[in-house]
């Protein structure tokens, strides 16, 4: 069964509490960047925090600037005001030892990224606890952003410029638009 985003907000909502809820600041941080950034997991769980953060300035930074690993490309991604919420959230309850920790560690070893497996579990057990629908996985973070922008009415084009695809028609497939959201167009046009 193929990926899914995180389509209602109110889903969202409910597994950003279950993170807070636990204190689970690192796995809400995670969550909440993948959401806000589109970043492919492999690339999220690579970000150190001298990525975000200047240690001179104390300051966050408003971009974040990383190669791809899967397409060596350079992208640069504004930071939102939710994700850098998170981030600080994250750093005031795990302060920072260096700043070229990895902001998604393990608890064990801070100069190590979580594992992609972990971060799976992570996330599969979060949407499997709040009971969101579809198949969710660490994978459903980038395809939510997209999603919800489409929503918002983001043009299609520029979608499909940030998750760097070759055609329109890609991009509607990744987003896993669905018959409801072609009902909800119709009921609320109503010329």
């Known amino acids: 069964m193929q990926t899914t985003p995180i389509r209602s907000r109110k889903e969202i909502e409910k597994m950003k509490s279950y993170f807070l809820e636990d204190k689970n600041y690192r796995d809400y941080a995670l969550f909440v960047t993948g959401i806000n950034t589109a970043l492919r997991i492999s690339d999220l769980l690579h970000l150190k925090w001298e990525d975000v953060y200047n240690t001179q300035t104390h300051a966050y930074k408003s971009h974040v600037r990383i190669i791809e690993r899967k397409t060596n490309k350079q992208v640069i991604i504004a930071l939102n005001t939710n994700c850098i919420s998170a981030l600080k959230l994250l750093k005031k309850n795990r302060p920072l030892q260096t700043e070229d920790e990895y902001i998604f560690s ?83 046009l109503n010329l």
Request: aromatic share 8%.
């Open 106 to 188: 393990s608890n064990k070893n801070r100069h190590a990224p979580l594992s992609r497996n972990r971060a799976y579990h992570i996330i599969k057990n979060a949407a499997d606890a709040v009971h969101v629908e579809g198949n969710i996985s660490c994978h459903s973070l980038r395809k939510t952003f997209g999603y919800h922008a489409w929503k918002m009415g983001t043009p299609s084009a520029l979608i499909m410029n940030i998750y760097n695809h070759s055609s329109i028609e890609i991009t509607k497939r990744y987003l896993s638009i669905c018959q409801d959201d072609r009902d909800d167009l119709f009921k609320s």
